[in-house]
């Protein structure tokens, strides 16, 4: 079943805006993932953040999550058209070996 | 010195055949899965393994069948093609099981005709 959901589905910036992406989930977890695919290619890695952490930063990346709202949200600042992808929360809610389960993304697209 | 390689990159074919997809991963992991994307780019879960044993068989048709024969190998045979089947196929690993990062390979495009 879908556990994440992002929003906005579809964000167009210009470079060097700030983006914003939203993940709201369903049930408890024990981490969220944020993963970045270009077209055509497979998922990466951008960065976790697990149920006891509030905020985690990685170079232009900031990712918080509140677990209270099962929410969390992925922000790329000073954004550069190489951005341009679709970026998925995940969550695993379950024991090691089982999967994450993925939302639906969001398409991000910075025109320079 | 590709971490999770797939192959073919695509594969186009008609309904009825029987086709398979191959993965593998050199990063030592125990654990792989399998995904499908569909055109709406929803990824979901389809298999996954840990040291060659079934972790996961979600709720796919008995056409589609994963083989591990090593730790490091982990294929997706899918018999009589439907239309329906046609989307992006992901094999992906992880050292810890899901609570780590996963690692993705390319992805298949499977197209049935």
């Known amino acids: 079943s879908q556990q994440g959901e992002e929003d906005p589905q579809a964000l167009s910036i210009q470079e060097g805006e700030n983006a914003t992406m939203n993940c709201s989930y369903k049930t408890s977890i024990n981490n969220l993932q944020w993963y970045r695919q270009n077209s055509g290619r497979g998922l990466v890695h951008l960065i976790l953040?697990?149920?006891?952490?509030r905020e985690k930063h990685s170079g232009r990346l900031r990712v918080t999550l509140d677990t209270s709202k099962k929410s969390s949200s992925l922000l790329i600042t000073a954004s550069r058209a190489a951005d341009t992808a679709s970026y998925f929360c995940a969550t695993d809610a379950g024991q090691a070996g089982t999967a994450l389960i993925f939302g639906k993304g969001t398409t991000l697209s910075v025109s320079s | 010195d590709t971490a999770v390689s797939q192959t073919p990159k695509y594969l186009v074919t008609q309904m009825g055949n029987d086709k398979s997809i191959k993965c593998e991963q050199n990063?030592?992991?125990?654990?792989m899965y399998w995904y499908k994307q569909d055109s709406k780019k929803f990824l979901k879960i389809m298999f996954s393994y840990n040291n060659k044993e079934l972790i996961i068989n979600e709720t796919v048709p008995n056409r589609f069948s994963p083989k591990s024969p090593d730790k490091a190998h982990l294929n997706l045979h899918i018999n009589s093609l439907e239309l329906g089947d046609s989307a992006v196929y992901f094999c992906?690993?992880?050292?810890?099981?899901?609570?780590?990062?996963?690692?993705f390979g390319p992805g298949t495009r499977l197209t049935v005709l």
């Open positions: 990063l030592g992991h125990d654990t």
């Open positions: 992906a690993s992880s050292p810890t099981g899901a609570r780590g990062t996963q690692y």
């Open positions: 953040i697990r149920s006891n952490e």
